[in-house]
């Protein structure tokens, strides 16, 4: 079975402008976070969802897996990990439905996903 983490990381918080960039001991807090996620020993992937490119090359600097969401889906966070599982290529199925993810909910991040293509992704 493959598990994937998917990191969702804004850099226009209200509350934290920036804070995904923000070094932490020497390095950005999304390269800390990452890096956690990585150290579990049943996760078999690990990728950050973002709305920004700055986040993007960051992550992207570090050799890190990331996807650009679209920054109107990334304001529904369960929307923009549902784009990132498609971009995966991971099938949005009735377990994932049960996981909280709606029908409605899964069928806008479709729609969304066909009208913008595959974006980038690092790691391919």
Avoid at 4 to 9: D, Q
Avoid at 17 to 22: D, F, I, Q, R
Avoid at 47 to 55: E, G, K, L, N, S
Wanted: with cysteine.
């Amino acid at each position: 079975m493959k598990i994937v983490v998917i990191i969702p990381a804004r850099y226009g918080s209200t509350r934290f402008v920036g804070k995904p960039l923000v070094l932490f001991e020497g390095k950005p807090m999304i390269q800390q976070v990452y890096e956690r996620a990585r150290l579990s020993n049943i996760v078999t992937d690990v990728v950050v969802a973002t709305d920004d490119q700055r986040i993007f090359d960051a992550v992207s600097g570090f050799g890190g897996n990331a996807v650009m969401t679209g920054k109107t889906l990334f304001k529904l966070v369960a929307a923009s990990i549902l784009m990132a599982i498609m971009f995966l290529g991971c099938a949005a199925n009735k377990e994932t439905q049960h996981k909280g993810f709606g029908k409605q909910l899964m069928e806008k991040a479709e729609t969304i996903a066909r009208e913008h293509g595959k974006n980038k992704m690092i790691g391919d």
